[in-house]
């Protein structure tokens, strides 16, 4: 499969131009990596989070071998117990044989760009199992790379073989909800009592969350936090994005007033088993004690039906198309960005551009132009030279 | 410095594991000095307590580490510390990745682990800038 996969891949285009030495490096790098090698797959992730020289011919190299892993994103508040819940995941996952990878992200210091990842203080149930690879991340202050390097490290997890692939991000922000959506099921955690969690989802997190998990289910206040929940949800699926998630018809289902706090059951053993929804996802709410290991099974379980209902209804696909749509728009852009940035740069600079708008030698549409006149004239001309005249 | 410069424009921090190893409690050490790397500028991935050996040799090797910095304070360096440079050796890990020891290591047992391989011992009263300066210097240039 990967010879003929790679045979048929469009190669006349490489992703970077790379020196022969670089090419090779990264062929080596890949080859161990696909051979099971842990220490080539730790260097591919460095060299994708430094973004180092030959970077994208290595994630390119990467991507035939890729698509087989499900992808489960973790997200939630500070503390709110994600990764305590990653470690009893990766060891459940363990129990019915599946490998597992993890990528871990924290924050970095504003003040010296440096961090402490602290996520991996919590593995302890899979000590010493290299089946399950565990990879910390700095967000090393960039915000859109960050999605960048997630991505690519996840890729090269799927390609190195993992079964299920875990990623943990704090769920404040814009790129984290980014990141998350790198994964066919998302999870957002939620802490009982504060009420802030709650407060919080409004912000944006509850719209990307497939499966909600209260945590920390041995502490007061769950039965209050999990109604809650379930109210929000049942109104995103009232309101808006009605292609994507439940029709408004079909709210009445499980009865808007019983389904808050009254249904636990019904609603963790999840719609997407009953064959009257199979096209429509309701997120379930589970409860979890992830010291314990309490609720990890349904938790499981909840996100398996989320899988099956993404293969089931062709979502998965559509989701991995939109998916990779994104990612094509997001290079694109940042590439074409660099380029205008050098034809900036060799045009004098903005700043000095921005003075002779001051002081009325010029214009910004004339600035404008100038700079993106000769690059449109080149693709047109090379347009022109690779298909003569087809259109009309 | 200048390595410290170079890293900086290629975006590539200085990544070190904080490793406590062993039935070893004291944990103020290790976390004063991953904040102090921190601050300097490094990421640092800290192992929490009580790990064995062979936790300390796959996290080295997952978490791809430049640096991997073992902090003892109960006395046991002399078993633990072969222990993790075997395991290295065993993933081809051990020769660039810049080992260093801090903590309660009596003066007697220094050299011996010197020629184990460890490059460098940091006690209680070491400046700060020192233990920095001498991982900004050592640490493994990688291509
Ligand atoms: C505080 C303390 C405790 C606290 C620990 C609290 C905690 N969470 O850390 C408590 C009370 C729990 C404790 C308990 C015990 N302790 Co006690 N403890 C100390 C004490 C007084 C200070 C340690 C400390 O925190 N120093 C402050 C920190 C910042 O310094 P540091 O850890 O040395 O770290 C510095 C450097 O060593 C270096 N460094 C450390 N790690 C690393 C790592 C790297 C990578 C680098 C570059 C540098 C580096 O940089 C740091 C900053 O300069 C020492 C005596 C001493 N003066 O050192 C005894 C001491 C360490 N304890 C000792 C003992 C024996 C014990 C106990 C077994 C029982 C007892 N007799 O008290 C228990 C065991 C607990 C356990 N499970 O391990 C002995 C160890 C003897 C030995 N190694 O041969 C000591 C030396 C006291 C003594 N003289 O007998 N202890
Ligand atoms: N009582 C209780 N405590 C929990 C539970 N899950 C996690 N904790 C505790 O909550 C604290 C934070 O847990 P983490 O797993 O580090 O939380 P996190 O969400 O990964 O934190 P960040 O990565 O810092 O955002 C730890 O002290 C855990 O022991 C739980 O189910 N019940
Ligand atoms: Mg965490």
Redesign the interface.
Known sequence: MEGTDADRRDTATRPEDVDPETAA?NERLVESLLAGE??AL??V??RIE???PGHRDLVARLHPHTGEAAIVGITGSPGAGKSTLVDKLAEAYRRRGDTVGVVAVDP??P????????D???M?ST??D?DV????M?A?GRLGGLATATTDAVKALDAFGKDVVVVETVGAGQSEVDIVRTADTVAVLVQPGSGDDVQMLKAGILEIGDVFVVNKADMDGVERTVAELKEMIHRRDAAGDATERRPPSEIGHHGVAGSAGADADADTQNDASDDDTDDVWEPPVVETVATTGDGIDELIDAFDAHADYLCDSGKRETKARARYADEIRRLMRSDANELLDEELRRHGGVDALAKRVYERETDPYAVAASIVGPLRDCVEARRERDEPRTSE | MSADAERGQTQQPIRCLIAKVGLDGHDRGAHVIARAFRDAGFEVVYSGLHRAPEEIVQAAVQEDVDVLGISILSGAHNTLVPKVIEGLEEYNAFADTLLIVGGIIPEEDREGLREMGVAAIFGPGTPMQETIDFVREHAPQRD
């Open positions: 490096r842990h220490r730790a260097r992730i460095t430094n973004q180092a970095s210091s003040y010296s760009g440096g961090s402490v990842l602290g991996r203080i919590r302890a000590v010493g290299m690879f565990f990879r910390s700095s090393r």
